[in-house]
């Protein structure tokens, strides 16, 4: 069945960066376009990144040139390298497959 264990969140100081990491199975991840998306207390879950075959991107304006997606098919994992972070980035991070599935999710907070 379809897995999605998302990895790298943490505690993190305005400014720093982090890397997410994605880990995916049970389905055809090279051939698949992933997102990541993310939800902050009280707010509705939004889009962050996107990449489909090809490292095709496509980015929230909000994220646009500090944060940058990307994939290794030969592991089965999609990234998310955050840079120049912000607390408002404060958030669930999720990795989705197509409409329906979702990991669990991993907590990103960033404060002094």
């Known amino acids: ?13 305005p400014g720093g960066s982090l890397r ?19 939800q902050a207390p009280g707010k509705e879950r ?7 075959t090809g490292s095709i991107t496509n980015y929230a304006e909000s994220v646009k040139g ?3 997606i990307s ?4 592991k089965n ?3 998310l390298q955050m840079n120049s972070l912000k607390t408002e ?10 409409g329906i599935y979702w990991g669990k999710g991993t907590q990103v907070t960033v404060s002094s």
């Open 89 to 98: 980035i404060t958030a669930v991070y999720y990795c989705k497959y197509r």
């Open 46 to 52: 939004e889009f962050v990144a996107r990449i489909i």
């Open 1 to 13: 069945q379809v897995q999605l264990v998302e990895s790298g969140g943490g505690l993190v100081q």
């Open 77 to 79: 994992t999609v990234y």
């Open 71 to 74: 994939r290794d098919n030969a």
């Open 20 to 38: 997410l990491s994605c880990a995916a199975s049970g389905f055809t991840f090279s051939v698949s376009t992933m997102s990541w998306y993310r």
């Open 66 to 68: 500090r944060f940058t």
